[in-house]
C-alpha cells in the first residue's frame, strides 16, 4: 500500500473543500468565494505551470488582496517569487496520511461516533461555537459523495464532530473539533478510528488531512493514530 504525496493529497483536499467555481487568470485558477476559509479561497497554481512576475501582478489587479498557495518542493519558485514581490508566509499546514487499516482493530465502543449525512444540528452547533459557521463551512454541502460528518460521543454527551470524503482512494478529513470538555479523553483518537471506519465501508485506503503545522496537539494525535507528513503548503499574502 503505497503512501500518498503531497501532491495527491492537497489534490483530495482540493477536491474535498471546492469553491463554487474557478476562474483563470494566466497560470493561476482563482475561487468564485472571497471570504471563508483559506483553503478554499487562495489562489492556486495549475498542476503543469509556471508563473512569472507579471502572473502575479495579473492576479492582484484582477482581485487585490488575494491570498496565494504553494506546495512544498513543487511551487518553491512560486513561492520564491512571491516573497520576492514582498508577500509573508501566513502559515503552513502540514498534509499527513496514513492507513486505515491500522486504525480498524479493535470493535468500536457502542453509541461513540455516528457517521451520517446531511449533518445533524448538533454537528452545526459544534462548528459554530469553534469558529467555522454557515458560509465558512459552505464546501461540504458542494463536495461530492460519499461524504459524512460524524458526531463523536463520550459519556453519553456530545464529544466533537467532523466532516470526512473521498477522492482518489483517500478520505480527507476537514472540521475536526474535539469539545474541550473531551480532551485527553481519547476522543481524538476515537474520531479517527470512526472516520477510518466509514472510509473502509466506502473503500478508501488512507486518510489524509491539512493541519496547521503551529497545532503541536493535534499534530501528535495525528501522529498516534499513524498518520506522517507528506509534505506541506504554505498561504502567501501581501502586507
Not at 478508501?204 to 495525528?222: D, G, M, Q, R
Amino acid at each position: 500500500m503505497t503512501a500518498p504525496g503531497a501532491a495527491r493529497i492537497m489534490a483530495a483536499v482540493r477536491a474535498t473543500w471546492p469553491p463554487s467555481a474557478l476562474a483563470p487568470c494566466g497560470p493561476f485558477a482563482l475561487p468564485a468565494e472571497r471570504t471563508g476559509t483559506r483553503r478554499a479561497t487562495a489562489a492556486r497554481l495549475r498542476e503543469g505551470e509556471a508563473a512569472t512576475d507579471a502572473d502575479v501582478a495579473a492576479v492582484e489587479r484582477a482581485r487585490p488582496g488575494t491570498v496565494f498557495g504553494t506546495l512544498d518542493g513543487a511551487e518553491d519558485a512560486l513561492a520564491a517569487l512571491l516573497a520576492a514581490r514582498g508577500y509573508r508566509e501566513g502559515g503552513v499546514s502540514d498534509l499527513m496520511a496514513g492507513p486505515v487499516a491500522p486504525l480498524l482493530g479493535e470493535p468500536l465502543p457502542r453509541v461513540s461516533g455516528f457517521a451520517h449525512w446531511p449533518p445533524l444540528a448538533i454537528c452545526g452547533a459544534i462548528w459554530d461555537d469553534h469558529g467555522n459557521p454557515a458560509p465558512r463551512r459552505a464546501p461540504m454541502h458542494r463536495t461530492p459523495a460519499p461524504r459524512a460528518a460524524i458526531l463523536l460521543r463520550h459519556a453519553d454527551r456530545a464529544a466533537g464532530a467532523l466532516f470526512a470524503a473521498i477522492h482518489d482512494g483517500l478520505a480527507v478529513l476537514h472540521l475536526v473539533v474535539t469539545l474541550p470538555r473531551a480532551r485527553r479523553q481519547g476522543v481524538g483518537l476515537l474520531g479517527l478510528r470512526h472516520a477510518a471506519a466509514w472510509a473502509e465501508t466506502h473503500g478508501a485506503t488512507h486518510l489524509a488531512l491539512p493541519v496547521e503545522a503551529s497545532n503541536a496537539a493535534a499534530v501528535a494525535l495525528y501522529r498516534r493514530g499513524g498518520l506522517v507528513r507528506r509534505g506541506g503548503y504554505r498561504y502567501w499574502s501581501h502586507p
